[in-house]
């Protein structure tokens, strides 16, 4: 029998007690001291651009009544509005898990709110000559936290940029990896010269992102060597043939002997990639989702998924690994998928490995020293009780391996929303992306890194977007650099948290045992966990789900209710067989004494259960002697008991 596994003691860091505003406010003079000054220093700022101009308004504008009327306007509405407010979800609570949302790091908001009144356009610097080098910075940073190349002298260099969420950021990952898998077809249909291009479509639609940005680099070096005449006419005559020129529509009509490209993800997959591939042009039907196992993607059913793909000639675009799906926190085999490529470039189908991080990208920092390599599983696994199991250390020591991922800020960032991050392992397939091919008009690429991206609007999805926002997002790197000893912190305190609860869920489960059933249905790779339950006696699948929302309604926001009759916030899910798999599915069911057979048609068979998100930095507050872990599980206690008419077990 293995031993037990032993954690160390769980230790309140006190660096967190700085990084926050915290649950009660507690760091309220210090973000008010911040706010005040940098907003002094910013009418200052206004005051010095000529100082020899006078004010237009006047000093005794206020007194005029057309002013004080507007005034009063304002103010009542911004009443309202703050009075509304209060009704918002208490993300800054420890009583708060359910969605994916905390507190803000301070240095983040801080330095966002320290930029808005600038009101910097990340679009270009020219309508943001600072924010605009942060967000690329930003990106750098990202890069280094995922192993990715980040020093921007290297030719093959990261980058990354800022969206207004990971759906985008998704989004930004398709365009890519269509324009990579395109770009040689365009190239030959051309008879762009020169260039020892592959011999067939199928060939060169599968010749590769890294080959594919070499032969880009080579053209352009080419065009770039041509007087200017003929240089505008090669671009033309490529551009022409371009899918972004010819549209998918056309372009495939231009190939007819090549398929639509599929795109690889698991059933877990967040509903962006089917958003995604739509706003690409493509449809549902190119999206094929795999199965699962253990809620991680099946690598063996996607190697054999890419095999039959390779045979019938089915040109697949892009695989993506879940790095923390949104219901169930699990974590794929980001290096099972790479090996199915691998396995499938011998019989030349090659992809895209995109992986979405949305979620658990930060938890990175874990596995980073400071000087940006990769930590010895042994090392941080003395850290924790179970994390990271050896499966999960191979998925997040083979990012550095794929081609790009998606990093949402605003989840396990602490940043507020409308941050999400798009990184690519090589800058230079961006000006595949770009609206414009300046080399055509400058006669040769920029060479400076951040030179190149400054119109950052010509490589994005969006056009004018937030600078305060990448300068919030940066500053929070700053002080809090990417590695296991600085940003991680906050994972490694929010994963022993989540370690903790998962056993405090098996003592809550023991002493409820004489009249509910109740588990954690498959055990949590990062800081989201499930409960599932059944009142004992009950047979019924449909039952068990309805005794779920009856507790749910315990622990759901409700817009008629002051927010203070809630002790705890959660959220649902559900654990659908095709999710879980026909067989974990019915061992789950099966476990928690509900007929797996019996009323399987009831919800299609799926299993309401409880989700939390643990990521509030206060869970087990060590000042005042509380887990709010055991708090809660004290509250299911008494809730289950209630429901059921039963006094709880002492
Ligand atoms: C949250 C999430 C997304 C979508 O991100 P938004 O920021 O909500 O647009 C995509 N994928 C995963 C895995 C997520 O968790």
Same mark, same amino acid.
């Given at each position: 029998?293995?031993?037990?596994?032993?954690?160390?003691?769980?230790?309140?860091?006190?660096?967190?007690?700085?990084?926050?505003?915290?649950?009660?406010?507690? *760091? $309220?003079?210090?973000?008010?001291?911040? !706010?005040?000054? +940098?907003?002094?220093?910013?009418?200052?700022?206004?005051?010095?651009?000529?100082?020899?101009?006078?004010?237009?308004?006047? @000093?005794?504008?206020?007194?005029?009544?057309?002013?004080?009327?507007?005034?009063?306007?304002?103010?009542?509405?911004?009443?309202?509005?703050?009075?509304?407010?209060? =009704?918002?979800?208490?993300?800054?609570?420890?009583?708060?898990?359910?969605?994916?949302?905390?507190?803000?790091?301070?240095?983040?908001?801080?330095?966002?709110?320290?930029?808005?009144?600038?009101?910097?356009?990340?679009?270009? $610097?020219?309508?943001?000559?600072?924010?605009?080098?942060?967000?690329?910075? %930003?990106?750098?940073?990202?890069?280094?936290?995922?192993?990715?190349?980040?020093?921007?002298?290297?030719?093959?260099?990261?980058?990354?940029?800022?969206?207004?969420?990971?759906?985008?950021? *998704?989004?930004?990952?398709?365009?890519?990896?269509?324009?990579?898998?395109?770009?040689?077809?365009?190239?030959? @249909?051309?008879?762009?010269?020169?260039?020892?291009?592959?011999?067939?479509?199928?060939?060169?639609?599968?010749?590769?992102?890294?080959?594919?940005?070499?032969?880009? &680099?080579?053209?352009?070096?080419?065009?770039?060597?041509?007087?200017?005449?003929?240089?505008?006419?090669?671009?033309?005559? %490529?551009?022409?043939?371009?899918?972004?020129?010819?549209?998918?529509? &056309?372009?495939?009509?231009?190939?007819?002997?090549?398929?639509?490209?599929? /795109?690889?993800?698991?059933?877990?997959?967040?509903?962006?990639?089917?958003?995604?591939?739509?706003?690409?042009?493509?449809?549902?039907?190119?999206?094929?989702?795999?199965?699962?196992?253990?809620?991680?993607?099946?690598?063996?059913?996607?190697?054999?998924?890419?095999?039959?793909?390779?045979?019938?000639?089915?040109?697949?675009?892009?695989? /993506?690994?879940?790095?923390?799906?949104?219901?169930?926190?699990?974590?794929?085999?980001?290096?099972?998928?790479?090996?199915?490529?691998?396995?499938?470039?011998?019989?030349?189908?090659?992809?895209?490995?995109?992986?979405?991080?949305?979620?658990?990208?930060?938890?990175?920092?874990?596995? =980073?020293?400071?000087?940006?390599?990769?930590?010895?599983?042994?090392?941080?696994?003395?850290?924790?009780?179970?994390?990271?199991?050896?499966?999960?250390?191979?998925?997040?020591?083979?990012?550095?391996?794929?081609?790009?991922?998606?990093?949402?800020?605003?989840?396990?960032?602490?940043?507020?929303?409308?941050?999400?991050? +798009?990184?690519?392992?090589?800058?230079?397939?961006?000006?595949?992306?770009?609206?414009?091919?300046?080399?055509?008009?400058?006669?040769?690429?920029?060479? $400076?890194?951040?030179?190149?991206?400054?119109?950052?609007?010509?490589?994005?999805?969006?056009?004018?977007?937030?600078?305060?926002?990448?300068? &919030?997002?940066?500053?929070?790197?700053? %002080?809090?650099?990417?590695?296991?000893?600085?940003?991680?912190?906050?994972?490694?305190? @929010?994963?022993?948290?989540?370690?903790?609860?998962?056993?405090?869920?098996?003592? +809550?489960?023991?002493?409820?045992?004489?009249?509910?059933?109740?588990?954690?249905?498959?055990?949590?790779?990062?800081?989201?966990?499930?409960?599932?339950?059944?009142?004992? #006696?009950?047979?019924?699948?449909?039952?068990?789900?309805?005794?779920?929302?009856?507790?749910?309604?315990?622990?759901?926001?409700? /817009?008629?209710?002051?927010?203070?009759?809630?002790? +705890?916030?959660?959220?649902?899910?559900?654990?659908?067989?095709? !999710? /879980?798999?026909? &067989?974990?599915?019915?061992?789950?069911?099966?476990?928690? #004494?509900?007929?797996?057979?019996?009323?399987?048609?009831?919800?299609?068979?799926?299993?309401?259960?409880?989700?939390? @998100?643990?990521?509030?930095?206060?869970?087990? $507050?060590?000042? *005042?002697?509380?887990?709010?872990?055991?708090?809660?599980?004290?509250?299911?206690?008494?809730?289950?008991?209630?429901?059921?008419?039963?006094?709880?077990?002492?």
């Amino acid at each position: 029998m293995p031993a037990e596994p032993t954690a160390p003691p769980f230790q309140h860091d006190h660096v967190l007690d700085a990084c926050f505003l915290g649950p009660y406010g507690e *760091n $309220d003079a210090l973000l008010e001291r911040i !706010l005040v000054e +940098f907003l002094r220093d910013h009418v200052y700022w206004r005051r010095n651009f000529h100082p020899e101009d006078p004010p237009a308004i006047g @000093t005794a504008a206020s007194l005029h009544p057309d002013y004080q009327a507007f005034e009063a306007r304002m103010r009542r509405e911004l009443h309202q509005l703050s009075a509304a407010l209060k =009704r918002s979800m208490p993300f800054h609570s420890p009583r708060y898990i359910g969605h994916m949302a905390s507190d803000l790091l301070l240095p983040g908001l801080a330095a966002q709110m320290l930029a808005l009144p600038y009101n910097p356009n990340n679009v270009t $610097d020219e309508a943001a000559p600072v924010t605009v080098d942060l967000e690329v910075k %930003v990106g750098l940073q990202l890069a280094r936290m995922l192993g990715y190349p980040s020093d921007p002298a290297r030719v093959d260099c990261a980058f990354g940029h800022l969206t207004s969420g990971g759906t985008l950021a *998704n989004y930004q990952a398709l365009r890519l990896a269509l324009a990579l898998k395109a770009f040689p077809l365009a190239l030959r @249909t051309a008879g762009a010269p020169g260039l020892d291009l592959p011999d067939d479509d199928w060939a060169a639609f599968n010749l590769g992102n890294a080959a594919t940005i070499d032969l880009l &680099g080579r053209w352009q070096a080419w065009l770039a060597a041509q007087p200017p005449r003929e240089r505008a006419q090669w671009h033309a005559r %490529v551009e022409a043939q371009r899918i972004e020129q010819l549209g998918i529509a &056309g372009f495939f009509a231009a190939h007819p002997q090549l398929r639509l490209p599929r /795109v690889l993800a698991p059933i877990t997959a967040h509903y962006s990639w089917s958003k995604g591939v739509k706003m690409l042009g493509l449809g549902r039907a190119q999206l094929d989702l795999l199965p699962t196992h253990g809620m991680r993607l099946d690598a063996d059913a996607l190697a054999e998924h890419v095999q039959r793909c390779a045979r019938e000639r089915i040109p697949v675009l892009l695989a /993506v690994a879940v790095l923390g799906s949104t219901e169930y926190g699990t974590i794929d085999p980001v290096d099972g998928v790479l090996a199915a490529r691998e396995a499938t470039r011998a019989q030349g189908l090659d992809f895209a490995v995109h992986v979405d991080a949305a979620w658990g990208g930060y938890l990175a920092t874990i596995f =980073r020293h400071e000087d940006g390599s990769l930590r010895e599983r042994e090392a941080i696994a003395a850290e924790f009780k179970y994390f990271p199991s050896p499966p999960l250390y191979r998925a997040f020591a083979a990012l550095a391996d794929t081609d790009s991922v998606t990093v949402d800020p605003h989840k396990l960032g602490y940043l507020p929303f409308g941050s999400g991050a +798009f990184v690519c392992r090589d800058h230079r397939a961006m000006d595949l992306l770009a609206e414009r091919a300046d080399y055509i008009f400058h006669g040769e690429a920029p060479r $400076d890194y951040l030179q190149r991206f400054r119109s950052l609007g010509q490589f994005i999805p969006e056009g004018s977007k937030s600078g305060a926002a990448a300068a &919030g997002v940066y500053v929070a790197h700053q %002080v809090l650099p990417l590695d296991h000893r600085n940003f991680g912190r906050m994972p490694r305190s @929010t994963v022993r948290c989540t370690e903790l609860f998962y056993e405090r869920a098996q003592r +809550f489960a023991a002493q409820v045992a004489g009249y509910l059933h109740a588990r954690v249905p498959f055990e949590p790779d990062s800081n989201l966990v499930c409960l599932a339950f059944n009142p004992r #006696g009950n047979r019924s699948l449909a039952q068990a789900n309805a005794f779920l929302w009856r507790l749910y309604e315990r622990l759901r926001p409700d /817009v008629h209710q002051p927010l203070q009759v809630k002790e +705890f916030f959660g959220s649902v899910t559900t654990l659908r067989p095709e !999710l /879980v798999g026909a &067989g974990p599915a019915h061992e789950i069911l099966t476990s928690l #004494g509900i007929d797996a057979d019996a009323d399987a048609d009831s919800d299609g068979g799926a299993l309401v259960v409880l989700r939390h @998100t643990l990521m509030n930095p206060w869970l087990i $507050d060590r000042e *005042n002697g509380i887990s709010y872990i055991d708090r809660y599980f004290d509250f299911l206690m008494r809730c289950t008991a209630a429901l059921l008419d039963r006094n709880p077990p002492a």
